[in-house]
């Protein structure tokens, strides 16, 4: 049967083509337009009117298509609908097969992922106001969602957690605290990760050289690793007192305060 023939003999009522009907078309060469270009700004009537009751030629519809991007021919079904229907009721379909659909999608994605982030946080900080309270009557609605996820992440990052309340502790008493991890990891390196005291190497803690209580902050001049042990023998002990009634020997005593007071310039 000939397709245009077929149209132009039915015209508007093109859209009356049975379903299944329109699978099994294939196109030689391109239609001639029955009418006009279609022209978006003109409304059904207005087109009705200019071109004499008909409609341009509608979409052709092929059982096959071939893949804009990969060159493979496939079935129709295998590219994603648009959600716009041709005038024959068949379902306009993307110009790439789905793989390569996902694919480009995802290029598209990642290509302006950064300029993406940057706008985003750009946003967030110039609507603080509104973000926190989006935040908050969230946390309202879903609070037993909120807490089971805390709970979740503070198992996941027991560190995040120690360093946070260590230094809410220092900070709480008006102390300084102002080691960052690149002077941590330093000042762990320098004794070899192990205790500062009794040399132990094994799980080891922040140890303030001077107390907090004494008024020592989490400084990089007064921070030195410590095992479990010492650290909590030696408390709010002054460290030279410590030192030499725990190991008796004064060595110690010089050795840290030696890297100590490197640190403080
Ligand atoms: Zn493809
Ligand atoms: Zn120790």
Same mark, same amino acid.
């Given at each position: 049967?000939? &397709?245009?023939?077929?149209?132009?003999?039915?015209?508007?009522?093109?859209?009356?083509?049975?379903?299944?009907?329109?699978?099994?078309?294939?196109?030689?060469?391109?239609?001639?337009?029955?009418?006009?270009? #279609?022209?978006?700004?003109?409304?059904?009537?207005? *087109?009705?009117?200019?071109?004499?009751?008909?409609?341009?030629?509608?979409?052709?519809?092929?059982? !096959?298509?071939?893949?804009?991007?990969?060159?493979?021919?496939?079935?129709?079904?295998?590219?994603?609908?648009? /959600? !716009?229907?041709?005038?024959?009721?068949?379902?306009?379909? %993307?110009?790439?097969?789905?793989?390569?659909?996902?694919?480009?999608? !995802?290029?598209?994605?990642? %290509?302006?992922?950064?300029?993406?982030?940057?706008?985003?946080?750009?946003?967030?900080?110039?609507? *603080?106001?509104?973000?926190?309270? #989006?935040?908050?009557?969230?946390?309202?609605?879903?609070?037993? /969602?909120?807490?089971?996820?805390? #709970?979740?992440?503070?198992?996941?990052?027991?560190?995040?957690?120690?360093?946070?309340?260590?230094?809410?502790?220092?900070?709480?008493?008006?102390?300084?605290?102002?080691?960052?991890?690149?002077?941590?990891?330093?000042?762990? %390196?320098?004794?070899?990760? *192990?205790?500062?005291?009794? /040399?132990?190497?094994?799980?080891?803690?922040?140890?303030?050289?001077?107390?907090?209580?004494?008024?020592?902050? *989490?400084?990089?001049?007064?921070?030195?690793?410590?095992?479990?042990?010492?650290?909590?023998?030696?408390?709010?002990?002054?460290?030279? #007192?410590?030192?030499?009634?725990?190991?008796?020997?004064?060595?110690?005593?010089?050795?840290?305060?030696? &890297?100590?007071?490197?640190?403080?310039?």
């Amino acid at each position: 049967m000939c &397709y245009t023939r077929y149209v132009q003999a039915i015209g508007y009522g093109a859209f009356l083509l049975p379903r299944t009907g329109y699978s099994q078309f294939r196109i030689v060469g391109k239609a001639p337009p029955v009418c006009g270009p #279609k022209t978006s700004r003109q409304s059904p009537e207005q *087109r009705m009117a200019t071109h004499g009751g008909r409609l341009a030629m509608p979409r052709l519809i092929t059982a !096959r298509k071939t893949c804009a991007r990969c060159g493979i021919e496939k079935v129709r079904e295998e590219f994603y609908p648009k /959600k !716009r229907m041709t005038v024959c009721n068949g379902v306009v379909r %993307s110009k790439y097969c789905i793989p390569c659909h996902l694919a480009v999608a !995802r290029e598209d994605y990642y %290509s302006n992922h950064f300029q993406r982030r940057e706008a985003n946080r750009l946003w967030m900080s110039t609507h *603080r106001e509104q973000v926190s309270e #989006k935040n908050r009557l969230y946390r309202e609605r879903n609070r037993e /969602k909120v807490c089971e996820l805390n #709970k979740a992440w503070i198992g996941r990052n027991r560190q995040h957690v120690y360093e946070y309340n260590r230094r809410r502790r220092t900070q709480k008493q008006g102390l300084p605290s102002t080691l960052t991890p690149g002077q941590k990891t330093d000042t762990w %390196s320098y004794f070899d990760s *192990r205790c500062a005291y009794c /040399k132990y190497k094994g799980e080891l803690t922040e140890d303030h050289f001077i107390p907090v209580t004494c008024g020592g902050g *989490r400084t990089w001049d007064n921070i030195v690793p410590a095992c479990k042990s010492c650290n909590s023998s030696k408390r709010h002990s002054d460290p030279l #007192k410590w030192i030499i009634i725990r190991f008796g020997d004064f060595g110690i005593y010089l050795s840290i305060i030696e &890297y100590l007071e490197r640190q403080s310039g």
